[in-house]
């Protein structure tokens, strides 16, 4: 069974970091992008990463603070977040594609099913 799951999502402070990770079962993780979706609002597509590690960002707002990393070993994809704010506060997710063009537009159909993230003091 092909499955994609999420963990590290919580309640952190501002300011704060948080590790989130994307664990594939019954497959291997090719392209896989990190997305997220706040309250009332469409899903932001935030980093793009490679089998071989290339990155594409996809979110200015997350510039010099999410950083999107994997481990082949382990078929996990990684994103740390530092320097939390209370507007990085959505739903992430993850996802697997075939090709990097098909990350960056957020178009798959292997989607994890979400963890909350909230910043808040």
């Known amino acids: 069974q092909l499955q994609l799951v999420e963990s590290g999502g919580g309640l952190v402070q501002p300011g704060g970091s948080l590790r989130l990770s994307c664990a594939a079962s019954?497959?291997?993780?090719?392209?896989i992008g990190w997305f997220r979706q706040a309250p009332g609002k469409e899903r932001e597509g935030v980093s793009c990463i490679s089998r071989s590690g290339s990155i594409t960002p996809l979110a200015n707002s997350v510039k010099g603070r999410f950083t999107i990393s994997r481990d082949n070993t382990k078929n996990t994809v990684y994103l740390q977040m530092n320097s939390l704010k209370p507007e990085d506060t959505a739903v992430y997710y993850c996802a697997a594609f075939n090709s990097m063009f098909a990350c960056t537009a957020g178009r798959g159909n292997y989607w994890g099913q979400g963890t909350q993230v909230t910043v808040s003091s």
């Open positions: 019954g497959f291997t993780l090719d392209y």
